[in-house]
């Protein structure tokens, strides 16, 4: 049977509340006293138990994650740089999957608000209305990891995805492409989707390059599928575009099975920079040349972020993380 509280406190003869007081590192005891304590604890092989710790000192030491798609390569690091922190500060994580059309995010917000959580990491959705005003009740901090919200004052950690998509579209400038199209995410995402695209579109401008929303095929996210099933749309209008830049690594990737379908060579016949970094941007043949962000590192500055708000009670300022290209073997050098 498991040691007690009250067995701690029977080997060190000392009160529970003493035991109690030094497990939550409150003060009223001596130096001999918690050696006492500790040597009991110790000796016994005690583990406090988290929910009675938690009524004791109203702290649960634990964080809400929330997710829209745990199984993609972007979240597990977003979340491996969440964990270490959050373990290095002796927190524990409950993870979220909200789905990507957010069809449990509800559910999920009342059961980490049950759960009492002390704040909450929303990662790469987009924030409503209805979510905002179930976390304001809450009262508890809320840091946002890949996304910010225009709407509301939330602290973010992010790149800047405008930003990111000119340097990635200057890149295959440098390297000699002038007929350039773009496969991006929706329309309508003001968060991701629609500054991804005008990123390209300012490149194409800045540098004095035909740029039309003729050359931007909008899709309905930024996976595989939507990489794979908008290549020949978009090279039908037009055909002799040597360069893709894709809203994600993901898209890259259907982007190039496709054009190995279509037999198109890449990069001989046609250049493809993905977004993200992600590990498959390795894997797949030929390796991808992408725009990095720094995800295991946004995980960390966000849950840093996050641990500050709940330490100090006060709101964090949001950090725009950097990004970088990474060159690999998908775009070719034109004289």
Same mark, same amino acid.
């Not at 005690?46 to 809400?64: D, E, F, S």
């Not at 003001?190 to 989707?193: E, F, M, Q, V």
């Not at 929303?213 to 290549?231: K, P």
């Not at 970088?324 to 998908?330: A, D, H, K, T």
């Given at each position: 049977?498991?040691? &007690?509280i ?7 003869? /000392? $009160?529970?509340?003493?035991? %109690?007081? =030094? @497990? +939550? ?5 001596s ?14 092989g ?13 702290? &649960?030491?634990?964080?809400?994650v929330?997710?829209?798609? /745990? $199984?993609?390569m972007?979240? %597990?690091? =977003? @979340? +491996? ?44 959705? /987009? ?6 005003? =179930? ?28 930003s ?25 995402d003001?968060?991701?989707?629609y ?16 740029a ?21 749309p ?5 055909p ?6 894709a ?39 030929p ?23 709940i ?12 990004h ?7 775009v070719?050098?034109?004289?």
């Open positions: 049977m498991a040691s &007690t009250k067995d701690v406190a029977r080997k060190a003869n /000392v $009160s529970i509340a003493t035991v %109690s007081r =030094i @497990l +939550n590192d409150l003060p009223g005891y130096p001999k006293t918690k050696k006492k304590v500790l040597d009991a604890i110790e000796e016994l005690y583990q406090p138990n988290a929910v009675a710790r938690g009524l004791i000192n109203k702290k &649960t030491q634990t964080i809400g929330l997710f829209p798609d /745990v $199984s993609s972007l979240s %597990s690091e =977003i @979340l +491996n740089g969440i964990e270490n922190i959050a373990h290095e500060l002796g927190h524990s994580v409950i993870v979220c999957h909200t789905d990507s059309s957010g069809k449990r995010t509800k559910k999920y917000l009342q059961l980490l608000n049950e759960k009492r959580v002390e704040g909450i990491l929303y990662v790469s959705e /987009v924030m409503t209305k209805e979510y905002d005003d =179930i976390m304001k009740k809450m009262g508890i901090p809320v840091v946002l990891i890949s996304t910010e919200s225009l709407e509301f004052q939330l602290p973010y950690v992010k790149v800047n995805d405008r990111a998509v000119f340097s990635a579209t200057q890149y295959m400038i440098n390297q000699g492409h002038k007929k350039l199209g773009m496969i991006s995410g929706p329309k309508e003001k968060i991701a989707g500054p991804r695209a005008q990123g390209f579109l300012e490149a194409l401008q800045h540098f004095g390059l035909s039309s929303e003729e050359q931007i095929i909008y899709t309905n996210g930024f996976a595989y599928e939507d990489g794979f099933n908008n290549l020949e978009l090279l039908s209008r037009f002799d575009l040597t360069g893709i830049i809203s994600s690594d993901d898209v890259a990737v259907g982007v190039i099975s496709a054009a190995y379908k279509l037999g198109i060579k890449v990069p001989d016949q046609l250049s493809v920079i993905g977004y993200d970094n992600i590990k498959i941007a390795q894997m797949i043949i390796p991808l040349t992408t725009v990095a962000q720094p995800l295991y590192e946004m995980g960390q500055v966000g849950a840093e972020m996050l641990f500050s708000s330490a100090s009670g006060k709101t964090v300022e949001s950090r725009i993380m950097p970088r290209i990474i060159e690999r073997e998908s070719k050098k034109i004289n």
